[in-house]
């Protein structure tokens, strides 16, 4: 490869996500004028937000080289303790017990998925597969199967509100993304993460702890679906237990379309929040265009399989 072919590579490789999506804006901005409204646009942002928050803790499990199945449920779990909090005390102090309440069980159900894989070796799919069933059941069980109606306005604000015109839930995920990149650019702990993920056998071999740090990149995924989960119940304005299947593949598809490879040790944040407006722009076109929601996620299932394959390539052409 000579140097012009070099310098080519090298400005995809760092530009070529900004540039699909450009494309894609002005794509479906052709086909749909409704597409560049401020409404559209704003709306866009607050859709995006709950998949961005758990990415975000999927591309934490991701880098390790494992993966979390089970966030769709977590999520639904989070609505259903929030709900349950707030129908008893639905003021603005009860609003942040809801809101902890919620984070904190999620966060010790992601716990524990964490140790069934870093401590007892229970493989990986097998462990998240079953927290996802176990963490449904869970919603469906402490709910009775109905939805909690959130009446609280305070709480409200979270999913529905806007500081001037910007949507609160987009601020929510702002601040979320700008926390964990710092965790993981500018810690010791994401250098640990990427060594895990490049090489475990390396990374034990220098020290590292590696099932606490699988524990607790669970951990952190568990956390952030329940924030998500607080988010979502409180824009449909209820605490359902039947909400959010589906939800972990969007948030795969914004890590893997975002760069992070799904065999671990490579990828960035920054990717991944290009990842999950890609996937948002998609949805978003998709439904002005009056595309069937079952194409939805046919679509998103090809863009998930193509992005691996070629993640995949990539990785073997490298060795």
């Avoid at 604000?157 to 949507?167: A, D, E, I």
Wanted: proline content about 2%.
């Amino acid at each position: 490869m000579n140097y012009r072919s070099q310098k080519i590579v090298i400005f995809f490789h760092k530009f070529g996500l900004i540039i699909v999506l450009a494309i894609m804006c002005i794509f479906v901005g052709v086909l749909s004028p409704s597409f560049f409204t401020a409404t559209n646009v704003l709306n866009v942002f607050r859709q995006v937000s709950m998949n961005e928050i758990l990415a975000v803790g999927m591309t934490f499990v991701i880098l390790t080289g494992n993966i979390d199945i089970s966030v769709g449920s977590l999520v639904a779990v989070a609505g259903v303790i929030a709900g349950s909090f707030l129908e008893k005390n639905p003021s603005i102090s009860g609003m942040w017990i809801a809101v902890l309440a919620a984070i904190i069980v999620c966060m010790f159900l992601g716990i524990i998925s964490g140790i069934m894989v870093a401590q007892f070796d229970v493989p990986l799919m097998i462990a998240t597969l079953s927290m996802m069933t176990i963490a449904r059941g869970i919603a469906l069980v402490y709910s009775d199967g109905q939805p909690y109606i959130l009446n609280s306005d305070s709480f409200a604000m979270l999913g529905k509100g806007s500081v001037g015109f910007f949507p609160i839930p987009a601020l929510i995920f702002i601040f979320t993304w700008l926390v964990f990149w710092i965790l993981l650019n500018k810690t010791t702990y994401g250098r640990k993460i990427y060594a895990i993920g490049g090489n475990r056998k390396a990374a034990e071999a220098s020290g590292i702890n590696c099932k606490k740090s699988l524990v607790s990149v669970f951990a952190i995924s568990g956390a952030l679906a329940g924030l998500s989960g607080v988010v979502l119940a409180s824009r449909i304005g209820s605490g359902n237990p039947s909400i959010a299947s589906g939800y972990e593949m969007d948030a795969i598809a914004a890590c893997v379309i975002g760069g992070t490879s799904t065999l671990g040790g490579s990828g960035k944040l920054s990717g991944t929040l290009i990842g999950g407006l890609i996937i948002g722009l998609i949805s978003n076109s998709l439904s002005l265009l009056n595309v069937n929601s079952y194409w939805q996620q046919i679509v998103k299932g090809l863009i998930i399989a193509i992005a691996v394959i070629i993640d995949t390539g990539v990785k073997n052409r490298s060795k």
